[in-house]
């Protein structure tokens, strides 16, 4: 499949350790997605950073953080991440989602029709 054109794109910002019903809150917010049949979703574990408690969470081996920092990014129609959103308010206690509106250039499945570039 081809895609060309404007997009949304939602940025979830939480904690590695944070739960939902006593499983990882970033793995439910993807088999959301999934079963919400948006387009795709990542998530990026990050090394260090910190958030509203300014409490530093690094990977370094001196001060080992279990709580890193995770972003889980989700891009699809405007219309189908503002329906998600709506999802997300009932999963996530603290953290943070942005939204920012994006320029796709090439999304191609991974069937056996791909086009060639």
Known sequence: MRLHGRACRV???IGETDQYHHKPLYSEIV???HARGLAGASVFRGIEGYGASSHIHTSRILSLS???PLAIVIVD???????FLLELDDLI????VILDEVEVYRYVGRGTDREEP
């Open 66 to 68: 279990e709580d890193l």
């Open 31 to 33: 088999h959301r997605a």
């Open 93 to 96: 206690d603290e953290g943070l």
């Open 11 to 13: 940025t979830i910002y």
């Open 77 to 83: 129609a405007e219309e189908k991440i503002v329906d």
